[in-house]
């Protein structure tokens, strides 16, 4: 699948930030090397009703970026063998999620909006969804 990552292998990656008294802007670019992968993919989640959760999977070669581009929801991360909770508040801010971690966003505030960057385009055979599947393959059980 991949090479056995780690929770501590998630990282909060500071996005280039821009203020102005007018607002600030964030931009991402592949050519400057702003994130740890080329993005091939994005969307992004929304009218996820307050305190619900979504996500609950595993990818077996695709990395995540999930920038809380509004409001705030905390990142379950479990590699198998520990967990973390990352907290999203800021829309400067991504969480970095490299393949064979299992994740669960929860705890949405109200009117959150989530965006996701991915390193691979959508792919079914990709996702690990079965928790049990998961650990298996992480010969953590």
């Not at 501590?8 to 996005?15: A, G, P, Q, V």
């Not at 479990?78 to 999620?97: E, Y």
Request: proline letters at 5%; one cysteine or more; glycine letters at 4%.
């Amino acid at each position: 699948m991949h090479d056995k990552a780690s929770i501590y292998d998630c990282s909060l990656l500071h996005l280039p930030r821009l203020n102005a008294i007018s607002g600030s802007i964030t931009v991402i670019e592949n050519i400057k090397n702003d994130l740890p992968f080329a993005v091939k993919r994005l969307f992004y989640l929304y009218d996820i009703p307050a305190g619900k959760s979504r996500g609950a999977h595993a990818h077996k070669k695709c990395h995540q970026l999930l920038i809380p581009l509004t409001g705030a929801f905390e990142v379950l991360l479990d590699d198998g063998n520990a967990k973390r909770t990352v907290f999203l508040n800021q829309p400067f801010l991504g969480l970095h999620i490299p393949p064979g971690i299992w994740a669960s966003e929860q705890n949405f505030s109200s009117a959150s909006i989530c965006l996701v960057l991915t390193s691979h385009e959508y792919d079914e055979n990709d996702y690990i969804r079965d928790y049990n599947e998961f650990l298996s393959l992480n010969n953590k059980k």
